[in-house]
């Protein structure tokens, strides 16, 4: 049975409970309709999702590495995330993890040309994200510069009190015994195992993980300096001494520089993607000669010891063979429809309009006072509308404002920088994660197939597949690969997609 977490929130404060257990009810009920068990639960009350600032979001988000569930399971998508850049953001972080996000009310939209489109989103973002931070964090840049805390939640071991940190006298000393012992020679695996055996919980309330205790032995903020990032620091309380904190950060160095040796610094790009036929497991990357050698491999053997390069530089070159102009544009379109179907609503000229009409209300009120209605007969409603246009204001504050709308020319424009980076560079990374579904390694039928992220007409797979033979990529294990034949690479579909290569 699939195990998920249950995420629920509502949005505004004129909302309640039930709202949440209305939400609890209809997926607890599709859960035991489709095989499903909830084994943990996160609500956020009166939250926007039109931001990732949510406390229980983030500690969802957190848990998710620890491996407690494999799907997220929500009321509708909105729930889970209303802006579509933080949607697709945080749908490919869970994915890379095995998680998906499901919803008990809508159809999946998370297809293959969704992966596309919320890949090209991401690349994209970077063009304007840095400008739009810019601007956003001016009013941050400001209060940090007063010495004022900005974040949804103080580290351990501090309070905010009148919006600045200080230091609370309970968990601060767990935040000094985490820097003395991992000072003194204790590892981090060390230190969580016994704080959660002593149940000491971390700053959310519940057990310790590696991701809490490495931000926790990085956050400088413990030195006395409160930083944001782009929007400079301020001096705040002392917990521990800047030396304490600098050893600590040489001995994490140290740290990453012993897992990087093992891992011999080398890119198994292909990790993640890679399924046998036979058994249906993963295919993973392994090394042998202190890293010498680099092999992809079955866990259960059925596929024998793959060349990585070798399989690398077929893959790139069927890849090569199959982005032509028509299918990047083919690609692109399926991406942009999907993001097309996730358009959010700005609800910031909604609120606007309802603000100026309490305005329109409030002024004829004044004048009925002028003309001489008795005061007391408009107070309550005069009261009723001062306070329902603060909310509104503050509802406008806290959504974010909407990220410049992309269009199709944008898609096929970022889909043809990452064809063209995979060329220039060789680095497939980017491309593979992008446009690939899956690659299958079939050791039986002596051949490998690439899934590509696109759906038919009934939006239903096939996905587009191309295919080249086993033994090719064996024979450059020696250096001895030859240039692909025509007949090395065809479409390999029942019906539809069909297309061979003449």
């Not at 990585?308 to 199959?322: D, G, K, P, Q």
């Not at 305005?359 to 007391?376: F, H, P, S, T, W």
Request: hydrophobic share 35%.
């Amino acid at each position: 049975m699939k195990k998920v977490a249950f995420y629920g929130r509502y949005s505004s404060a004129n909302q309640t409970e039930q709202s949440i257990e209305g939400q609890r009810h209809v997926c607890e009920d599709y859960a035991a309709k489709n095989g499903l068990q909830i084994v943990a639960e996160y609500i956020d009350r009166a939250q926007s999702g039109k931001t990732d600032k949510r406390q229980q979001f983030q500690q969802m988000i957190s848990d998710s590495e620890r491996g407690m569930f494999s799907g997220i399971l929500v009321y509708k998508l909105d729930r889970f995330a209303r802006d579509r850049y933080d949607s697709a953001i945080y749908k490919k972080k869970l994915r890379e993890r095995g998680i998906s996000v499901i919803s008990a009310t809508e159809p999946i939209t998370d297809t293959p040309e969704g992966v596309i489109m919320e890949a090209l989103i991401e690349g994209m973002d970077m063009y304007y994200s840095m400008e739009l931070a810019r601007k956003m964090n001016r009013g941050k840049a400001e209060s940090v510069r007063k010495g004022k805390f900005v974040g949804t939640m103080p580290p351990i071991g501090y309070k905010v009190v009148d919006h600045r940190l200080v230091i609370d006298e309970l968990t601060a000393p767990v935040v000094q015994e985490i820097f003395r012992r991992y000072t003194a020679g204790e590892t981090q695996g060390q230190i969580i195992a016994d704080l959660n055996r002593r149940g000491i919980p971390n700053n959310a309330g519940r057990e310790w993980s590696a991701s809490n205790i490495s931000a926790l032995l990085n956050n400088r903020l413990y030195t006395g300096t409160y930083a944001v990032k782009n929007c400079g620091e301020a001096p705040c309380p002392a917990i521990i001494e800047s030396e304490t904190w600098e050893t600590a950060q040489k001995l994490r160095e140290e740290s990453v520089k012993m897992k990087r040796s093992r891992k011999n610094g080398y890119n198994f790009i292909l990790t993640g993607k890679l399924m046998c036929a036979q058994c249906g497991a993963s295919i993973s990357g392994r090394s042998m000669q202190g890293g010498r050698y680099h092999y992809y491999c079955c866990r259960n053997n059925c596929t024998g010891s793959i060349p990585t390069e070798s399989l690398h530089e077929r893959v790139r070159i069927a890849l090569a063979e199959y982005l032509t102009e028509d299918k990047l544009e083919e690609l692109a379109q399926g991406a942009y429809a999907e993001y097309q179907s996730e358009q959010v609503v700005d609800e910031r000229p909604i609120i606007e309009k309802e603000i100026a009409d309490i305005d329109k209300q409030l002024q004829n009120a004044v004048q009925a006072i002028l003309r001489g209605v008795e005061l007391d007969a408009l107070n309550d409603t005069v009261e009723s509308l001062k306070s329902r246009r603060e909310e509104l204001r503050q509802r406008l504050n806290e959504i974010p404002a909407m990220k410049p709308e992309l269009t199709y020319d944008m898609f096929l424009a970022m889909l043809q920088i990452i064809v063209d980076k995979a060329a220039e560079s060789d680095d497939l990374t980017q491309l593979v994660g992008t446009v690939v579904n899956r690659i299958i390694i079939d050791g039986k039928a002596e051949r490998v197939i690439i899934c590509i992220n696109l759906t038919n007409e009934d939006n239903e797979p096939p996905m587009d597949q191309i295919m080249f033979r086993l033994k090719d990529v064996h024979a450059d294990r020696r250096g001895k690969f030859q240039a692909h034949r025509q007949d090395d690479l065809y479409r390999e579909i029942p019906a539809g997609r069909q297309r061979h290569r003449e």
